[in-house]
């Protein structure tokens, strides 16, 4: 039995998936929409409006926080491009 050891080289990420990567406030914008959703829908489950509408705050700051943070994506891209 003989064992072969091959190396491989890491080249860059290519600019495809660089925009895959996500920074922290699309991350956070995202967690808060999905963490909102789940306090609207268990809101609404057991009868209480206050929650619901809580859950619907929620996942509106995430959204901002979302769009915020592709928007600074953004910039950063086209600031790479130049």
Same mark, same amino acid.
């Given at each position: 039995?003989? #064992?072969? #050891? /091959?190396? /491989?080289?890491?080249?860059? #990420?290519?600019?495809?998936?660089?925009? @895959?990567?996500?920074?922290?406030?699309?991350? =956070?914008? @995202? *967690?808060?929409? *999905? *963490?909102?959703?789940?306090?609207?829908?268990?809101?609404? /489950?057991?009868? &209480?409006? @206050?929650?619901? *509408?809580?859950? #619907?705050? =929620?996942?509106?700051?995430?959204?901002?926080?979302?769009?915020?943070?592709?928007?600074?994506? &953004?910039?950063?891209?086209?600031?790479?491009?130049?």
């Amino acid at each position: 039995m003989s #064992l072969s #050891l /091959t190396t /491989t080289t890491v080249s860059p #990420l290519s600019r495809t998936e660089r925009k @895959r990567i996500m920074n922290k406030d699309q991350i =956070k914008g @995202r *967690a808060k929409e *999905a *963490a909102g959703k789940v306090q609207e829908v268990a809101g609404r /489950t057991v009868g &209480s409006e @206050r929650q619901e *509408a809580k859950g #619907l705050g =929620k996942q509106i700051e995430g959204k901002v926080q979302k769009n915020y943070g592709d928007a600074r994506e &953004s910039v950063k891209d086209s600031l790479k491009d130049r």
